[in-house]
């Protein structure tokens, strides 16, 4: 059970995401409502998910 409580420990910083190249969920939903306030492309793109690492 230890390691589920460190994992989801971990899961709560976004430097832990962004190390593996992903952006934190916080990050996701700040970019889903920014999107849908009206400046929507046309198509999603790898940077919306993912980050250069």
């Known amino acids: 059970m230890g390691h589920l409580r460190e994992l ?4 709560r910083h976004p430097h832990e995401w962004h190390r593996r ?3 934190h969920p ?4 700040a970019l889903v409502h ?3 306030i009206g400046d929507v492309p046309q198509e999603p793109s790898y940077g919306d ?5």
């Open 26 to 29: 916080d990050e996701i939903d």
């Open 8 to 11: 989801s420990e971990l899961q």
């Open 49 to 53: 998910f993912f980050r250069a690492v």
């Open 34 to 36: 920014h999107r849908t």
């Open 21 to 23: 190249g992903m952006r």
